[in-house]
């Protein structure tokens, strides 16, 4: 089967990969069109094609050009007036190449995609749409309308929970039967040298015998990171020798979290690491990392969560869009309420005072990730999906 794999924006790089590569392995032909990353350098084995259609056309990679410090509007700017030529080369390479499938994990103007959405139909080729977010998280008026439109003529939809499906399905009016669970899978492929605990904190420079609450990834808003600083002062009066590590690239002003972190009274205690961890740095952070902890307000999914899994670590999340569904209560995590730093740090406090419990809820939480979040078997389930559509 010949597939395009397409992330214009290279939003989700790691998961792109990881899908191609599994896609590839059992034996489909595999091309994935994408833009280049500006944070990170994704290995390129020729396992599977890599194009790179998007912000890099014929003479004009003018976005690519500014790099990610620029002023961010001005980058929105240039990229809305480039994208629209980009697509029209994108479109003579499918129309020449004429894939069985093309596999969209991301758009980035829904009104401007849905019409290639069916000049590509026009063709006979079958549409599926991964939808990693039901609806933007800072929804506009107008954002349902677009998404509306867009989940109406794609072939297949792709969600990563039961939860995510329901709230497609009843929020769009969508045939249930249209609509596929397949889970979103480990960061095996990026995963690296597995540390030792005691090494792994060391490399960052924390005392090996202080234990660990780590929140990796962007920050942004929608991920509550306010109320684990918040919950942080409890776990402390309890276990005293606690570090908190917050490893990610702030996508909002974090002097909020600075000065609440100062008011509290934590500073010495809670390490930042405020920049994009490129994923050869990722696994010092999960080894060195006790427990994990989620504590979203909003959310569709989260793979750190599944990276988590892949280092053996236990997950603490909150009970918004599919993480309950990945977190096996007691056995690889807890899920507690949003908003709610007493209850996430009493969930906090009862895997970190029990160390037998921990190591047990570590190894849980790796068997998941090499059986139920492998990626051979999210690629023959997405399979299973493109088989439906190509008789």
Request: aromatic share 12%; with cysteine; charged share 25%.
């Amino acid at each position: 089967m010949k597939v395009v794999m397409v992330d214009p924006g290279n939003y989700t790089p790691y998961y792109d990969y990881s899908l191609c590569k599994a896609l590839a392995e059992i034996g489909h032909q595999v091309e994935l069109a994408t833009s280049p990353f500006l944070y990170d350098v994704i290995p390129d084995e020729g396992l599977f094609d890599l194009s790179y259609p998007f912000y890099k056309a014929p003479n004009l990679p003018i976005a690519n050009r500014l790099g990610p410090s620029r002023n961010a509007s001005v980058r929105r700017l240039v990229k809305a007036l480039e994208y629209p030529i980009d697509l029209i080369f994108f479109g003579r390479h499918i129309e020449e190449m004429k894939p069985d499938i093309l596999h969209y994990q991301w758009v980035l103007a829904p009104a401007l995609d849905r019409l290639m959405f069916k000049r590509f139909k026009e063709m006979g080729i079958k549409l599926v749409y991964t939808a990693h977010n039901i609806l933007h998280h800072e929804e506009r008026r107008w954002h349902r309308k677009q998404y509306a439109s867009l989940y109406k003529i794609v072939d297949r939809i792709i969600v990563h929970s039961e939860s995510n499906k329901r709230e497609l399905v009843e929020t769009f009016a969508l045939d249930t039967m249209k609509v596929r669970v397949i889970p979103q899978g480990n960061f095996s492929d990026f995963s690296g040298e597995v540390l030792i605990k005691e090494k792994a904190k060391e490399r960052l420079g924390i005392d090996p015998k202080q234990q660990v609450i780590l929140f990796f990834g962007l920050i942004k808003r929608y991920k509550g990171v306010e109320y684990l600083i918040k919950a942080f002062p409890m776990v402390k009066k309890r276990l005293p020798g606690t570090k908190l590590l917050i490893a990610g690239k702030p996508n909002e002003d974090f002097s909020p979290y600075e000065s609440l972190i100062t008011n509290l009274g934590i500073v010495e205690d809670v390490i930042t690491h405020l920049r994009f961890i490129p994923y050869r740095e990722v696994a010092a952070y999960f080894c060195a990392a006790d427990v994990v902890v989620l504590p979203y307000l909003k959310t569709y999914q989260s793979a750190v969560a599944f990276t988590a899994y892949t280092f053996g670590r236990p997950v603490i999340a909150t009970a918004t869009g599919g993480l309950p569904e990945a977190i096996e209560e007691g056995k690889s995590g807890y899920v507690v309420p949003s908003a709610d730093e007493q209850r996430l740090a009493e969930a906090i406090c009862a895997i970190l005072s029990d160390e037998t419990r921990m190591r047990q809820m570590g190894d849980y939480a790796r068997h998941l990730a090499e059986t139920r979040y492998s990626w051979p078997d999210i690629a023959r389930a997405t399979l299973e999906v493109y088989r439906s559509l190509v008789k």
